[in-house]
């Protein structure tokens, strides 16, 4: 019989790692690797890989809906969104109060400080990331090549990132169909159900999987993701500042395909050139924050609603202005991750 984790451990877990997931989404992956497939064995090592990439076809940020997808197999509704809002919370509340600080003082030198040890084990939490999945996954001279060919397409020769993907997966359909033995990934040798907490046989979702379920989720999540828009613009009308941050995050966060690195060249963009709500200098000192704290580099966004609702928002103080628009940003950011998973 598998192994039963309880909402209050899992919830534990979810909250102690929003504290902790330094590293963007890199580091944030190799975290839970380590944690749930090493340690705790809540899931296997091709469950892991399986979640893995196919959070990674959806738009958003990766991590965090793998965090949603895992908590939402091990305890339903519920445990994925414990597991998604935790991921983010910590992140939520920190980069609020750095935007504040940035605003009200105009640097960012003293955070900065604070901060600066942490790179060095930020960046060896991504080399040994690499290096453990890398192994794990990376079984034969097939897989290597395409894993070297990805590294030369996206670095040297800019292709974007969701072409990468899928003609990676177009490979990948096609080597399981006449070269199997190539493309198998994961452990030589199957894993005992018995050693983890999430198998095949797990209190299954699989009564959900149909398009009734899909329908109700969406019809629910819909009206939430828009619900502060709406209530904005009947308060402030449809003109306003708020609408205009809404919308435009609404519309980036169904272009992240490939993580927040794929879609920050977009957001500085819009939000430098188009605008006109923040400096460029202003979008990189952003950047260094989200990277600096805990949670999804796409957190970045967060800062960006904060500093266009601060400076443009009109009839209401500064502070509270940059928090709406802060936390409008974060919500209509986050709450695609949670339908799409």
């Known amino acids: 019989m598998p192994r039963i984790i309880s909402f209050r451990e899992s919830f534990r877990y979810w909250l102690r790692l929003g504290f902790i997931s330094f590293g963007g989404p890199t580091g944030q992956i190799a975290m839970m690797h380590k944690d749930l497939v090493e340690k705790k064995k809540w899931l296997s090592e091709d469950h892991f890989l399986q979640a893995l990439n196919f959070c990674m076809l959806l738009p958003g940020p990766e991590a965090q809906q793998l965090a949603t997808y895992i908590g939402w197999l091990m305890h339903g509704i519920k445990g994925g969104i414990a597991a998604g809002v935790l991921f983010v919370l910590p992140s939520v509340f920190i980069l609020w109060g750095f935007s504040w600080l940035y605003v009200s003082f105009g640097t960012v030198p003293v955070v900065a400080a604070l901060f600066y040890g942490l790179k060095p084990a930020v960046v060896a939490i991504v080399a040994e990331a690499v290096i453990r999945i890398g192994r794990k996954s990376l079984k034969n001279e097939v897989l290597v090549s395409m894993a070297a060919?990805?590294?030369?397409?996206?670095?040297?020769?800019?292709?974007?990132?969701?072409?990468?993907?899928?003609?990676?997966?177009?490979?990948?359909?096609?080597?399981?169909?006449?070269?199997?033995?190539?493309?198998?990934?994961?452990?030589?040798?199957?894993?005992?159900?018995?050693?983890?907490?999430?198998?095949?046989?797990?209190?299954?979702?699989?009564?959900?999987?149909?398009?009734?379920?899909?329908?109700?989720?969406?019809?629910?999540?819909?009206?939430?993701?828009?619900?502060?828009?709406?209530?904005?613009?009947?308060?402030?009308?449809?003109?306003?500042?708020?609408?205009?941050?809404?919308?435009?995050?609404?519309?980036?966060?169904?272009?992240?395909?490939?993580?927040?690195?794929?879609?920050?060249?977009?957001?500085?963009?819009?939000?430098?050139?188009?605008?006109?709500?923040?400096?460029?200098?202003?979008?990189?000192?952003?950047?260094?924050?989200?990277?600096?704290?805990?949670?999804?580099?796409?957190?970045?966004?967060?800062?960006?609603?904060?500093?266009?609702?601060?400076?443009?928002?009109?009839?209401?103080?500064?502070?509270v202005a940059g928090a709406i628009g802060g936390l409008l940003t974060t919500w209509v950011t986050f709450t695609p991750c949670f339908m799409g998973i």
């Open 149 to 319: 060919l990805s590294f030369v397409g996206i670095y040297f020769l800019h292709i974007p990132f969701p072409a990468l993907i899928l003609t990676a997966g177009l490979i990948g359909y096609a080597g399981g169909k006449f070269i199997p033995a190539k493309f198998v990934v994961g452990n030589n040798k199957p894993s005992n159900p018995s050693d983890y907490v999430i198998t095949d046989s797990h209190v299954s979702r699989s009564a959900q999987a149909n398009w009734r379920h899909s329908l109700q989720v969406v019809a629910v999540c819909l009206p939430l993701w828009f619900f502060p828009v709406v209530v904005l613009g009947l308060w402030r009308g449809w003109d306003d500042i708020f609408i205009d941050i809404g919308l435009f995050f609404s519309t980036a966060a169904m272009v992240t395909f490939g993580g927040a690195y794929a879609v920050l060249a977009y957001i500085g963009q819009q939000a430098v050139s188009y605008y006109g709500w923040i400096l460029p200098e202003q979008m990189i000192d952003g950047l260094g924050l989200a990277e600096t704290t805990p949670g999804p580099l796409i957190m970045v966004t967060q800062f960006v609603g904060y500093l266009a609702a601060y400076s443009n928002a009109k009839g209401i103080q500064p502070a």
